[in-house]
């Protein structure tokens, strides 16, 4: 395991410590803890991401829908006023 070093204001160094004492845990510990969640979120979106591009791209060939389409607001507007109309 490697070695970080941090330069924190005295202050938030003090209230961190009373923090991990009142929590049965470490500075070092919830440094260790909110980078390895920082990770885990950024892996989570870039799935996230992934999952929306694959599900954009499987509708777009079902729909024949030209790769450089670009939608406008007029035709959203057009669709949900259409909807609007059949009830």
Request: aromatic share 6%; charged share 35%.
């Amino acid at each position: 395991m490697a070695n970080l070093t941090l330069s924190v204001e005295d202050d938030l160094l003090k209230q961190c410590r009373l923090y991990a004492v009142q929590h049965d845990t470490s500075v070092n510990a919830m440094v260790r803890e909110f980078l390895e969640s920082l990770v885990d979120r950024s892996k989570e979106r870039a799935a996230a991401v992934a999952e929306l591009n694959r599900i954009a791209d499987d509708l777009a060939r079902r729909a024949a829908i030209p790769a450089d389409y670009k939608w406008n607001r007029e035709e959203l507007y057009e669709e949900r006023m259409a909807r609007w109309d059949r009830k």
